[in-house]
């Protein structure tokens, strides 16, 4: 990593941090880039922007994409574009092939075809973030930290599925840098312009949040900062010619890349507006709150194993502070770098606490500025901390095969079995057990050893864990609704879907593996009779009377949904 004692700053060669970056980000992707093939389409959020690719590839509009026919303006189109722009037309067309084999062939297929784009943006995110911790603190918060992102469990479970929030986590990262790049190397020209075009993007990922992750804790910090100056910048001159020009380009950038599409939309619907306003507030009254206001702090253990070195960081901060006065020049300018990582990580997690909706795959963000805490924490972490470190490591390493072998915690594959056999669960327990041992020696002389093994370890075990967690439902490794698309390939290959559920739409994996949209007609009533067979399908609760055939329907098949059921009815 350059050495532990690296500056910060520009005055290092490019060389080193390109080949650090890019390395990273490389042995990252391949290492997880097998996996993408494991899981069926069983996330709802990914199966939102598939379904949304896949209505593209059929045919459908791309400058404003559908959802089950539906313009879907709640969200905006980048990375719908981006992964239709990678699906293979052939394999739309064998998704419908009357051969289930080369059905089922065409959806492996396509769960890498849709997936690589979003790793490789994950990936990307890693050789920025390398970029942004280098910049900060030196090479070893900049390699350290981008190998302690990337092996966290937030990073890792976001990371194999094609989502917005792993585009967003890249252009906000990116964002970051620059305004990095312009506040502790004073280069204007990059900071101000970057920022605007990754803002741009950020926009064009997920709307206005990424502004709350970039702008909102980068102007804070500034204010900050002028209480706590630099000695060392406290003398130099603002370039406000530079400033001007560079931030009138920057918002040019950002409107023309990120706003030209919600101003097309606008003009074209109505509704557009209240659409955003509820969704950018989170404040749908169709909706209930997805958590309490504590729930990012319940959600923490996202951030293992590194969570305690994470917490080791801030701490730290908050002890610079306190000691402002006492610290030379030379440890106050690294003071002010760090928190600005720290910045970062809480100050928008704070204001994102007090939105009604809260989900634990909105932390994937912070998983960057938190490998830089990280990083710092254990560059200056005794033996005491690497013990409590390792132990973490330790238990997450041979919890997995342990307890899969069990089949504790609702760790069993569909059929009831565990995930892993006995002899598996065993074998993969010594192995881990041993690697682990031989890195934990290695490290107490070296806290590069530490990072590197760490994060060796856990690439390997979560790819034991997603292994184990593609033959369950509560991994989310396989589709609920896949056993009902094969029943209706079976026996009505040409039927229309309806979902006729009362109080929320059936997964829309179902959409995707039978190749066609599910209309939602609200009632029976709407369906007309076409010359197709069709299939209806409503929710039956496990408290709740059986649901009796509607008239000139007949039963057809039912799957589990946790202790409710999924019911199928057809009209031939």
């Not at 970056?21 to 598939?50: H, K, Q, T, Y």
């Not at 080369?102 to 920025?128: N, S």
């Not at 509560?474 to 039927?495: F, K, R």
């Not at 229309?496 to 829309?508: G, V």
Request: net charge positive.
């Amino acid at each position: 990593m350059g050495g532990v004692a690296g500056n910060p700053g520009a005055a290092d060669s490019i060389r080193p941090r390109i080949s650090w970056a890019m390395g990273i980000a490389l042995v990252f992707f391949m290492a997880m880039a097998p996996e993408l093939r494991w899981m069926e389409f069983s996330d709802g959020i990914e199966n939102l922007n598939i379904e949304t690719a896949l209505e593209m590839r059929r045919g459908g509009p791309w400058l404003v994409p559908t959802l089950m026919g539906d313009a879907r303006i709640r969200k905006p189109p980048l990375n719908a574009w981006i992964t239709a722009s990678s699906v293979q037309p052939q394999t739309v067309r064998d998704m419908s092939n009357p051969d289930p084999n080369i059905r089922k062939d065409a959806w492996v297929r396509l769960a890498w075809q849709v997936r690589w784009p979003a790793l490789a943006a994950a990936c990307l995110t890693l050789a920025f973030a390398c970029e942004l911790g280098w910049t900060l603190l030196g090479p070893f918060a900049g390699a350290g930290g981008a190998i302690i992102a990337g092996t966290m469990l937030t990073f890792s479970q976001q990371a194999r599925w094609a989502t917005t929030d792993v585009h967003l986590g890249l252009w906000v990262t990116v964002a970051n840098l620059c305004l990095a790049k312009m506040v502790f190397e004073r280069r204007i020209w990059l900071g101000l312009i970057g920022t605007g075009a990754a803002l741009g993007l950020a926009f064009m990922s997920k709307g206005p949040v990424g502004l709350l992750m970039t702008v909102v804790p980068v102007t804070v910090f500034a204010i900050g900062r002028k209480y706590l100056a630099s000695p060392k910048n406290a003398g130099a001159r603002i370039n406000w010619i530079a400033i001007s020009i560079g931030s009138l380009i920057g918002l040019i950038l950002f409107a023309a890349i990120g706003l030209t599409w919600f101003a097309y939309v606008a003009s074209h619907n109505a509704n557009s507006w209240l659409v955003w306003m509820l969704e950018v507030m989170r404040a749908d009254p169709s909706e209930v709150a997805s958590a309490h206001w504590y729930q990012y702090i319940i959600e923490l253990p996202h951030f293992l194993p590194w969570l305690p070195l994470i917490l080791v960081g801030l701490w730290q901060v908050g002890r610079m502070v306190f000691d402002w006065r006492l610290l030379d020049p030379k440890r106050r300018d690294r003071a002010l770098r760090l928190m600005y990582a720290a910045t970062l990580f809480v100050l928008p997690l704070l204001i994102m606490s007090f939105f009604r909706d809260r989900k634990p795959r909105y932390l994937y963000p912070f998983a960057i500025p938190a490998g830089i805490l990280a990083a710092e924490a254990i560059r200056n972490a005794g033996r005491y901390l690497l013990t409590i470190h390792w132990g973490v490591i330790l238990a997450m390493a041979i919890g997995y095969p342990i307890m899969g072998a069990l089949g504790v915690f609702n760790m069993v594959r569909v059929d009831g079995q565990p995930w892993y056999s006995t002899a598996f669960g065993i074998s993969v327990t010594v192995v881990m057990a041993m690697v682990v041992a031989v890195f934990i020696l290695l490290s107490w002389k070296d806290r590069q050893v530490a990072i590197i093994g760490s994060g060796a370890v856990m690439l390997l075990s979560l790819a034991i864990y997603v292994w184990g967690a593609r033959r369950s439902l509560s991994g989310n490794g396989v589709s609920e609704m896949l056993p009902l698309a094969q029943v209706i390939w079976e026996q009505y290959p040409t039927a229309e879907a309806w979902d006729l559920t009362e109080t929320k739409r059936i997964p829309t994996d179902l959409a995707i593996y039978l190749n066609r949209p599910t209309h939602m007609p609200r009632t029976l009533a709407r369906i007309r009779r076409n010359g197709l067979p069709q299939v209806i399908v409503m929710l039956q609760r496990q408290d709740a009377s059986l649901i009796a055939p509607p008239q000139g329907w007949t039963y057809l098949t039912k799957v589990p949904r946790d202790k409710d059921w999924w019911v199928a009815f057809v009209r031939e």
